[in-house]
């Protein structure tokens, strides 16, 4: 309790100084040498935290134990609640990535940030009502997996274009340019749009796709169709395969369609088993749930190449979403146990 005394009264004494007081309490812990303003400031705010904090030590450490403990469990109960309850696993996931940084962003005044979230959430907010209709249109899945490859692509680039700026600033290659603060600003904002903005669409494409693959009723989250699928049907959209019938000469003059056939043999419109596998990023065929080789869609640099991004996305989740849960769960414990 002494202790405790002792230290807000050392608190007290350091702010109630005045500058002339502040630089002379400062010199004497660092005698000979000639102190800057900010340098006694500095000085003062570290050995205000000591005075505040003297004493406390066995608090720090069962508050550091229990920081560890979080973090250390934290993967595994990540992956656990994503296997065993991935619905809540979802919604929490998803919610805390779209509302965590833009509640930042006005709270801060970054209304730059803020207005791009506006206008993205604008657009998939009308994709995500065409994903929520029943009956489905017919030409929704292709018009959703359309929209979400596109700003795949154009998130991707935009991370590609914030790398290569961020490498130009580290090098310097242009001297007086590379090295503004307005340069380095442009390639850190470039990543992190890139970023963010690539893991809410990769999040709320699995979200439509599951939504649409229940409604039309020839897939469902669980492994049970709820429909017979016919064989000249595509269920990912509900259309039918004309280019099986143009194949067999009843439609000759019908529009032909590419199909793709899976291993376990349903056949798709090949956009729509594209949108699916690339875009929704599925591995199971969506009538069957059959394992399917993601390899044969690699068609193009964008689909290989995803390896770095998709991790990069990855740690963009734990910085935006389960770090700021994380240090939340850890401050109502702390509250709990009376360790502050």
């Known amino acids: ?9 050392a608190t007290l004494d350091l702010q109630a100084m005045d500058s002339e007081q502040q630089y002379a309490f400062a010199a004497s812990l660092h005698p000979g040498r000639s102190l800057s303003p900010g340098e006694v400031h500095f000085i003062i705010n570290r050995e205000t935290f000591k005075a505040q904090h003297q004493g406390h030590e066995g608090k720090h450490l069962a508050m550091f134990l229990i920081l560890v403990c979080v ?41 730059r940030f803020a207005s791009a979230w506006t206008v993205y959430a604008a657009a998939n907010v009308y994709f995500l009502y065409l994903a929520t209709r029943s009956p489905l249109y017919p030409q929704t899945p292709r018009r959703v997996y359309q929209w979400f490859a596109f700003i795949n692509k154009a998130s991707y680039a935009v991370f590609v274009l914030g790398v290569v700026l961020f490498a130009l600033c580290f090098f310097n290659v242009a001297p007086g ?5 307005r340069f380095v600003e442009g390639s850190m904002l470039a990543v992190f749009y890139g970023l963010y903005f690539g893991l809410v669409s990769r999040d709320l494409v699995t979200l439509c796709t599951d939504k649409m693959a229940a409604t039309l009723g020839y897939a469902s989250n669980g492994y049970m ?57 599925k591995d199971t065929c969506p009538f069957c749930r059959e394992k399917v080789d993601l390899e044969t869609f690699k068609q193009n640099p964008w689909d290989k190449q995803e390896l770095f991004y998709v991790t990069a996305l990855e740690y963009m989740r734990f910085f935006i979403s389960w770090q700021p849960l994380t240090l939340l769960f850890l401050t109502a414990i702390f509250w709990i146990l009376g360790l502050s």
């Open 1 to 9: 309790m002494e202790s405790a005394t002792s230290a807000i009264g």
């Open 71 to 111: 973090l250390a469990m934290l993967p595994n109960t990540v992956t656990y609640w994503r296997r065993r309850h991935p619905s809540s696993y979802r919604f929490v996931s998803v919610g805390s990535i779209c509302l965590i940084p833009p509640y930042f962003a006005v709270s801060n005044g970054y209304y």
């Open 177 to 181: 340019l590379t090295d503004s603060e």
């Open 225 to 281: 169709p709820t429909r017979h699928l016919p064989r000249d049907v595509c269920c990912i959209c509900g259309g039918e395969l004309l280019g099986s019938k143009a194949e067999g000469g009843s439609e000759q003059g019908a529009l032909v369609e590419p199909t793709h056939r899976l291993g376990c043999g349903h056949e798709f419109h090949a956009c729509c088993i594209r949108g699916w596998c690339v875009v929704g990023k």
